[in-house]
């Protein structure tokens, strides 16, 4: 594919759980930093959390709002990038994306959804 897919998205309650999955695009070697974007209904798109590549495998970066709460996970032979998000709260609602660290705009998939409500 020429852009990343994400996938595992869906109605959660506050406290929940869930994992989310991307699948990066054939043209992106390992070497790549990847990370997990997202936005909130009216909001700008921003950064979640990243990760490092094959290189520098054990580097990951959080933004504060989800920081001891998300885990970003790679499994380089499958080119996937995982997100485990846990404790999650209403203001975590919004279209989760993957994407290159800076975003490359031709790789912007069509992200998935995550609605945390009760």
């Known amino acids: 594919q020429a852009h990343f897919v994400e996938s595992g998205g869906g109605l959660v309650q506050p406290g929940g759980s869930l994992t989310l999955s991307c699948a990066a695009p054939g043209s992106i070697g390992s070497t790549y930093v990847v990370g997990w974007y997202r936005q909130a209904p009216g909001k700008a798109r921003e950064p979640v959390a990243h990760?490092?590549?094959?290189?520098?495998?054990?580097?990951?970066s959080y933004q504060p709002p989800v920081k001891g709460r998300f885990t970003i996970s790679r499994d380089f032979a499958k080119k996937l990038v995982y997100l485990q998000m846990n404790r999650l709260n209403a203001e975590d609602t919004a279209v989760y994306y993957c994407?290159?660290?800076?975003?490359?705009?031709?790789?912007w998939g069509q992200g998935t959804q995550v609605t945390v409500s009760s």
């Open positions: 990760i490092g590549g094959d290189t520098n495998p054990n580097w990951n």
């Open positions: 994407n290159l660290l800076p975003p490359q705009d031709n790789f």
